[in-house]
């Protein structure tokens, strides 16, 4: 190999490793189905912070989450800090909100204050 043809080489080579140093470090995409339609279900029988389903919820800035209130009795979901509030969801209710800053949004139910969730947004 002469020196241009080495020297092209090891630039490719570099270039490599470096994409795969920052796909590593990259968090892994949230499944759409799971973490970005989340459920609200009935009593779970005293099993802590698992009426928000799933908890937490980890999305990324501007990817919208869905609440759906599964159970018969009515609920909503309200940011502890005001960020956003579904208002009373009925049966079969939907409440979306999508993320406009990074950070970690804790809500709970005004009706319940049993229940907690988290939604924790990254760039
Ligand atoms: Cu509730």
Redesign the pocket.
Known sequence: MNRVGGWLAAVALLSIAGCGRSAATKPSRPTPNTMLQPKIVENPGGEPDAWYRPNPIRVRVGQAITWTNNDADL??VTADDGTFASGTLAAGGTFRWVPRRVGTYRYS?T??PE?HGTVIVSP
């Open positions: 609920h909503d139910c009706l319940h229940m």
